[in-house]
């Protein structure tokens, strides 16, 4: 097991040293969809959520996802975001919420489990806040788009990026 990253000589998982490396200053962008059915389309596009406004609450959620992610993903090192942005938009020809998050530092290691992390709680989030009007939302796509920084440099996800 000696070849893995995250495993020691013994087969043991470990938190990759990464005490050697400089700090860059990295980015990362991902997207996910939330697909509404028709009920949770019409309250929502009317603002008639019960529960509140689920796209900024949403917004928020995927904010504090971000930040947590060390304490969700097992080996991510926990790092200093210096800024995260999520949005959630209303899709009206998909009848779909497109969910986005950016995340940067200067850092060693990487923001993309923090950009994904932040979608994934923001789809969560909306769908809490929605699913008192139907629980058959979808939650799909989640990906990472892009990042730059750090010893790998920048990379785009197939078919573009467009922002």
Avoid at 85 to 105: F, G, Y
Wanted: with cysteine.
């Amino acid at each position: 097991m000696g070849e893995y990253t995250h495993f020691d000589a013994e087969g043991r998982p470990t938190l990759v040293d990464v005490s050697g490396k400089t700090a860059t200053k990295r980015t990362a962008w991902a997207e996910g969809w939330l697909c509404l059915p028709d009920a949770i389309y019409e309250k929502v596009s009317q603002g008639a959520v019960k529960k509140g406004d689920p796209f900024s609450i949403a917004e928020l959620g995927g904010i504090m996802g971000a930040k947590k992610t060390p304490e969700l993903i097992p080996l991510c090192h926990t790092i200093r975001l210096d800024n995260v942005k999520v949005s959630c938009i209303l899709d009206h020809e998909k009848k779909a919420l497109k969910i986005s998050c950016e995340a940067s530092a200067s850092e060693v290691t990487g923001v993309e489990m923090e950009a994904l992390t932040g979608v994934s709680v923001a789809a969560l989030t909306f769908y809490d806040m929605c699913k008192a009007i139907d629980k058959g939302m979808v939650i799909k796509d989640i990906r990472l788009l892009r990042k730059t920084g750090g010893k790998s440099g920048e990379w785009n996800a197939k078919g573009g990026y467009e922002r």
